[in-house]
């Protein structure tokens, strides 16, 4: 598995609150992903990176933002947390030498309360 | 939008029985892609199917990438208490090697032993 640190691992957090997910990586590639978890919806996306800087929107974006200000972090950011936001949040990578395949960190359990 | 279907959602079956999913794209693919995901864990990459009517064995598991590069399918021979979890199958979202997927929804084994 590539070097993917997710932090934190579980929290707990009140409606209305703002939450940072944050993702680190050691493989140095190029493309991150944030995904949420639920029940009957699989792994969608949230939002995605190019690259330092250069984000783009995903499936389900709405309440959520993001930043790369250095190619190993990915910062995810729950604006004001409401409880359709509980759910579990991997992070993903993708390399150049990666083929197709991307590889998950070991998720972020949250729960908005 | 690009759609993954993925059936049946759920499967409970006794240790030494087989297991079929399946996984249905509303567009072509040029590859497809699983994932097993533990309880508890992050999903981890299993096999990439490329070629039109790919069929590709990893033990008691076969996969199966249809003529059209539209459906794909993951046979468990003789289901073991390791097998328990959930599989995805994944296509590119879009064009272009950026390492987007869509996901089904997974399917959930419970193995009885």
């Known amino acids: 598995d590539a070097g993917i640190t997710q932090s934190p691992r579980h929290k707990v957090t009140e409606t209305g609150t703002p939450v940072t997910l944050r993702c680190h990586q050691t493989e140095n590639h190029r493309y991150m992903y944030w995904y949420r978890q639920d029940p009957g919806h699989g792994l969608r996306l949230i939002h995605y990176s190019y690259g330092v800087k250069d984000t783009d929107k995903g499936e389900v974006s709405d309440g959520y933002s993001v930043s790369r200000s250095k190619t190993e972090d990915f910062l995810l950011t729950l604006e004001s947390a409401t409880s359709s936001q509980t759910s579990v949040y991997f992070c993903a990578t993708h390399g150049p030498l990666s083929g197709n395949t991307i590889y998950f960190g070991e998720g972020s359990w949250l729960t908005v309360v | 939008g690009q759609q993954v279907m993925q059936i049946p959602q759920y499967q409970h079956v006794q240790e030494g029985e087989d297991f079929t999913t399946y996984c249905n794209s509303s567009?072509?693919?040029?590859?497809i892609q699983w994932y097993k995901q533990r309880p508890g864990g992050h999903p981890v990459f299993l096999i990439q199917?490329?070629?039109?009517?790919e069929v590709k064995k990893q033990k008691r598991l076969t996969f199966q990438f249809g003529e059209a590069k539209k459906n794909s399918s993951l046979h468990i021979t003789a289901t073991q208490t390791t097998d328990v979890g959930t599989y995805f199958c994944?296509?590119?979202?879009?064009?272009?090697?950026?390492?987007?997927?869509?996901f089904g929804q997974g399917t959930t084994l419970q193995v009885k032993p």
């Open positions: 567009t072509t693919l040029s590859n």
């Open positions: 994944a296509g590119p979202h879009g064009s272009g090697n950026t390492g987007k997927l869509i």
């Open positions: 199917l490329v070629k039109s009517g």
